[in-house]
């Protein structure tokens, strides 16, 4: 618990969605992402590979967010899952429910919905247990 290191986001960014910008539709990257403008549908990153998605307080999704890393500090409206690290800064809003591995709040943020922990070495520990029919 206390000797594991947890996966950071990276600091490489690929794309780049400037203030201003609007986008009507679904978003699928890999690699970075920063978002400063407004997004109207799901943003998910390509399974199986590492990525992280940036949300500037200026930024809106409106929609889905499905990736490995995310660090958030605008709104987002829609269901969020954050399958390694998920960092909510203070003027985050999240308004839906969020799946996490590792998560960090700083002071501030906002999060209407539940909190749900993602673990999958806990279904990898359940045992079985077997009824002795033999009396």
Known sequence: M??????????????LIGAGT?????????????????INGNVIATQGKSSTLVLSEHARVTGEVTVTHLVVNGTISGPVSASE???????????GDVHYKTLEIQLGAIVEGRLIHSTVAVQDKV?????NSGE
């Open 2 to 15: 206390f000797g594991k290191k947890h996966s950071k986001p990276q600091n490489r960014i690929d794309s």
């Open 22 to 38: 609007t986008i009507e539709g679904n978003i699928n990257f890999s690699g970075g992402m920063r978002v400063d403008g407004n």
């Open 85 to 95: 690290y998920l960092e909510l800064q203070g003027k985050a809003k999240v308004n």
């Open 127 to 131: 045992v079985a247990f077997k009824l």
